[in-house]
């Protein structure tokens, strides 16, 4: 309650990055996550930001590499799921191409609002996409890629939502059909991205530090957002160092993703070989779900009468 008796509504996630965003010596860092677990293990870390990475929701959740093959279905009800465990803390997430023409690029931005996305960034690839840092891409052209961020505009304005519409370009790494390509190239398609009135740039694969200074000294002075990809095309940085470069969010998508494989596929393949489990200390049944809420879920119970879970 406030003092003049109103209800106080919670600050929004995209409110709470865009406020993030105002100070312009911070950088938010977001690791990326892609499944319940992840979630709270960025949570449990104290990260101020989070990441839905999409090549993450497609390797879990369909088991199938980055090449475009989730739907506005699958990245959506992750994305509402990933959003809803702590809703005070922003999540940026994927949106890919849109998922079709404009009109289906405004029907994702209006339902990531409503799911509590706190930004998503659309990008130029075409429909059979893939990930940013492969060989290969193409491209829709200017227009059309306009066209899906118009739409996208439109849709934050008219839904009234505080979402932050992310320009993604994937220029400098692909060409359309015209064979336009490369940094000047990308450069163009973002300078014209914040003309239709976008809220940050997402520069796809960077490919040296000099060429990070350029982007951000060559593009209008809105966010920018910096992907670090293990083993990618743009050389990793700090923090710090994307700090003092001028970048105001970066993005870690595939952090996560390289330890979950390397370890369980240890895990699996010791016991396959052995019969046994690797040793180590282990949280066990009551450590695993005391990260994902286990007391705060009883407690609930709890407190509105229920005897399900009391002297457990
Ligand atoms: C950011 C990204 O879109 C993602 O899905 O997380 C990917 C990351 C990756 O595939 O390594 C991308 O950069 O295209």
């Not at 190239?185 to 973002?190: G, N």
Request: glycine residues 10%; proline residues 4%; contains cysteine.
């Amino acid at each position: 309650m406030t003092s003049n008796g109103s209800i106080e509504r919670p600050v929004s996630g995209a409110r709470r990055l865009r406020q993030m965003l105002n100070d312009p010596s911070k950088t938010v860092v977001a690791p990326g996550v892609y499944d319940g677990i992840t979630t709270r293990l960025a949570l449990a870390q104290g990260f101020e930001c989070l990441y839905m990475t999409g090549a993450g929701t497609s390797m879990s959740r369909l088991g199938m590499a980055d090449l475009g093959l989730t739907t506005f279905t699958d990245m959506h009800q992750n994305a509402a799921m990933i959003a809803s465990i702590d809703p005070k803390v922003p999540v940026i997430a994927d949106a890919d191409t849109g998922y079709g023409g404009p009109i289906n690029v405004a029907n994702t931005v209006r339902a990531y609002a409503r799911a509590g996305v706190a930004g998503l960034h659309i990008e130029d690839q075409v429909q059979e996409k893939r990930c940013g840092h492969l060989s290969g891409k193409l491209l829709v052209s200017r227009e059309v890629y306009y066209n899906r961020l118009r739409a996208a505009c439109k849709a934050r304005d008219e839904s009234e939502s505080e979402i932050m519409i992310i320009a993604r370009t994937d220029a400098r790494a692909g060409k359309d059909a015209e064979g336009n390509g490369g940094f000047e190239e990308a450069t163009l398609r973002l300078t014209q991205a914040a003309e239709i009135g976008v809220d940050a740039f997402f520069f796809e694969a960077i490919q040296s530090e000099e060429e990070a200074k350029q982007v951000i000294e060559r593009l209008p002075k809105i966010p920018v957002l910096l992907n670090m990809v293990e083993g990618g095309k743009t050389p990793l940085m700090t923090t710090a160092q994307a700090n003092k470069l001028g970048f105001r969010i970066v993005i870690w998508p595939i952090t996560g993703l390289e330890a979950v494989v390397a370890s369980v596929k240890h895990a699996y393949q010791t016991l396959q070989k052995t019969g046994m489990t690797p040793e180590g200390p282990k949280l066990g049944p009551q450590g695993l779900f005391d990260l994902c809420g286990l007391k705060d879920l009883m407690a609930f119970d709890e407190s509105v009468g229920g005897k399900a879970y009391s002297g457990s």
